[in-house]
């Protein structure tokens, strides 16, 4: 089992930065990458960044050259940087650790509780 936290979501005016962390604990031999999603209100879920293991990333065409993801393995802790934000960027951000293959993601069933960020002046 794995447990997955989030922190680090607010309100911040367009064209700032927020840095969301997720703290993961526990183990599943399955997982191999994570994953960071959104969901704006009356939108679906989407994913906007995923790194594996081996430190490869993968970004969503509309957060590319703003978003960062990365991880600090020593403390079971994965980013993602996020700047020069725009309003369209609000939503709840949600962490998932789950499988990365041949350069496509797969969601895990492990999520955290999930964390909002609000981009208005």
């Known amino acids: 089992q794995v447990q997955l936290v989030e922190s680090g979501g607010g309100l911040v005016q367009p064209g700032g930065s927020l840095r969301l962390s997720c703290a993961a604990s526990?183990?599943?031999?399955?997982?191999?990458?994570m994953g960071w999603y959104r969901q704006a209100p009356g939108k679906r879920r989407e994913l906007v960044a995923t790194i594996n293991y081996g430190g490869s990333t993968n970004y969503a065409d509309s957060v590319k050259g703003r978003f960062t993801i990365s991880r600090d393995n020593a403390k079971n802790t994965v980013y993602l940087q996020m700047n020069s934000l725009k309003p369209e960027d609000t939503a709840v951000y949600y962490c998932?650790?789950?499988?990365?293959?041949?350069?496509?993601?797969?969601?895990?069933?492990?999520w955290g509780q999930g964390t909002r960020v609000t981009v208005s002046s």
């Open positions: 998932n650790a789950g499988l990365g293959s041949s350069g496509t993601y797969y969601s895990g069933n492990y």
């Open positions: 526990g183990s599943d031999s399955s997982i191999n990458a």
